[in-house]
């Protein structure tokens, strides 16, 4: 084969590789903006049930925040209460009644005692800034964190504008041998 063969095969085989580095890029992207996104659980918050360090992938399209769902809140205002993503559970939605205890570590949402196996209580009970109960403005969610004395959450900052939930947690990819549901655990918890 001469010279000008080889160096026109070498630019159809660049050719062809570019063109499926672009397809798959471009897949990427479509998939990371329109169906899910990668986050990383920074601190001890959502302890038990997720631990820093663990990488979540967040489902985002056509989203409505639901009672138990973890979600990831980003702070979109100016006022930047919270810096980067948080991990949080959705405790009550709008028009819900959030009651919370410290004393018993108890939470109701409309008059009932939330089943919550999931929670850990270590530590000193965080003092509260709100006042309870409080009925959750509509278009807005009352969250905790399952590590319950370990957490900067609606007790501390109030009620989150839905606007700023970036998505429910649905997979965990990393650490691979936690890979699966974050719900995985709750589930184990209540079969014990």
């Not at 009932?112 to 969610?141: A, M, Q, R, W």
């Not at 997979?171 to 589930?187: A, D, K, N, Q, V």
């Amino acid at each position: 084969m001469n010279s000008a063969k080889k160096r026109a095969n070498y630019l159809w085989d660049l050719y062809d590789f570019l063109e499926i580095f672009v397809i798959c890029s471009a897949a990427v992207i479509l998939v990371f903006s329109f169906l899910g996104r990668l986050t990383i659980v920074d601190g001890e918050s959502m302890e038990d049930t997720l631990h820093d360090g663990d990488f979540l992938l967040i489902e985002n399209i056509f989203y409505e925040p639901k009672q138990g769902d973890i979600v990831v809140i980003h702070d979109t205002s100016n006022v930047g209460l919270y810096a980067e993503p948080l991990v949080k559970r959705v405790i009550a939605v709008a028009g819900q009644t959030v009651d919370f205890d410290a004393a018993t570590n108890t939470v109701a949402v409309d008059g009932e005692v939330l089943d919550e196996p999931y929670v850990k209580l270590t530590g000193n009970p965080i003092t509260s800034g709100v006042h309870f109960p409080l009925t959750v403005p509509e278009n807005e969610v009352f969250v905790m964190g399952d590590n319950r004395n370990h957490s900067g959450d609606s007790r501390a900052f109030g009620t989150v504008d839905k606007r700023c939930i970036v998505g429910k947690a649905f997979l965990r990819i990393f650490p691979l041998e936690s890979f699966g549901s974050p719900y995985s655990r709750e589930t184990d918890s209540a079969a014990n």
